[in-house]
């Protein structure tokens, strides 16, 4: 099982590192108030009857915490991974779907649970996969009406409409990004004005006429009837996002990475309600997963590669008018690709990488 099959690590790897892009003519997002915060992080084993395990992405709701990723037992085939957190360990609960693998989960404050990814069919053709904790146990919804297809992310309405994205179509050579509205067992696509992107990365979901799609490559905004790229933000694949965290409708922000000719760099983006504008990070070898607004501001996740590409968890934070390195949760060879925060917990999950995969799991108490 390579470890490139997660989602977001998938996803950005699609642009050319040749690609190179200068933000000259560009603003940059405005200084915040703050300080460096120094997570205290607590790792929690992730213990399962799996040889190779891989954490992608981690959800609260209801109480509960959830973390979804793959599994194998060391074949080519995988299965999708769904661990929760029960008297202060992590436990697996069954899923109805033997092959694939889960790439997103959302849960509400009800304890309902959503988890997104990829199955495969005999003949190995991938094909979405949604699945719906309600009433103790898993269970798989059927997806749309498509031949082939992946879901790359999931989130919640707040009026309990399921919205999903990713790639769809007839055949692999057709197939491109979509969004899904899941409601009431119906489903009904938005892909009008996505049509030349290659895949739906996440979501941003703030009410049914207003929602932030990331893209490979682009970054557009639904109005309730189409999508619409965002014109000043590079859309040759030089930036891919694959993450964002709303704090309201007019501050949101998003991360991913940049492919320059020197290699992978880490990118933020700040929305102000009237434009998005790029963020200050580090400049150096390293890449962003998934990034969150905590108590005590911007907090992004992913990995940083050193001279002989060994990768090792990668922590950013919000520091004034800009975002550098804090404390990470291990100094092993490993990448963090879900960070979830809820009620002053921060939670992340991504996958130690040695002979083998295995999940890694902490959390740190910001307040």
Request: proline share 5%; no cysteine.
């Amino acid at each position: 099982m390579q470890s490139s099959s997660t989602r977001r690590r998938a996803a950005i790897a699609v642009a050319s590192a040749t690609i190179t892009t200068t933000l000259a003519g560009w603003a940059l997002a405005p200084a915040s108030a703050g300080v460096v915060p120094a997570p205290a992080w607590t790792v929690t084993p992730v213990d399962l009857p799996l040889t190779d395990v891989m954490l992608d992405d981690v959800a609260t709701g209801g109480g509960t915490t959830w973390a979804v990723g793959t599994g194998s037992d060391g074949g080519e085939a995988t299965s999708p991974v769904i661990v929760r957190r029960v008297d202060g360990s992590w436990a697996a609960t069954p899923t109805p779907a033997s092959t694939g693998q889960l790439d997103a989960i959302a849960a509400d404050p009800t304890g309902d649970a959503w988890a997104a990814g990829v199955t495969y069919d005999e003949n190995g053709t991938a094909h979405p996969l949604l699945l719906n904790w309600e009433g103790g146990a898993w269970s798989e919804i059927k997806g749309p009406d498509v031949l082939v297809g992946q879901f790359s992310d999931i989130a919640l309405g707040t009026d309990g409409t399921v919205w999903v994205s990713g790639f769809a179509g007839e055949t692999d050579s057709s197939a491109h990004a979509v969004v899904y509205q899941y409601a009431a067992g119906t489903w009904t696509l938005h892909d009008d004005g996505i049509e030349g992107a290659l895949n739906g990365n996440e979501l941003a979901v703030i009410a049914p006429d207003d929602i932030w799609l990331a893209l490979n490559p682009g970054l557009a905004h639904f109005d309730g009837s189409r999508w619409t790229l965002v014109q000043n933000f590079p859309d040759a694949g030089s930036h891919i996002l694959t993450s964002f965290a709303v704090s309201s409708r007019n501050d949101i922000w998003a991360a991913g990475v940049e492919h320059t000719r020197r290699g992978e760099r880490p990118t933020i983006w700040h929305f102000d309600g009237r434009r998005w504008s790029a963020a200050r990070a580090p400049k150096q070898s390293a890449q962003l997963y998934d990034i969150e607004v905590t108590s005590t501001g911007p907090i992004a996740v992913g990995e940083q590669f050193d001279a002989d590409l060994r990768a090792t968890p990668f922590v950013l934070a919000l520091d004034g008018a800009r975002f550098v390195e804090t404390t990470t949760p291990s100094t092993d060879d490993a990448v963090l690709t879900g960070l979830d925060d809820v009620d002053g917990r921060l939670w992340t999950v991504g996958t130690y990488i040695g002979a083998g995969f295995s999940g890694l799991a902490a959390y740190a108490d910001l307040d």
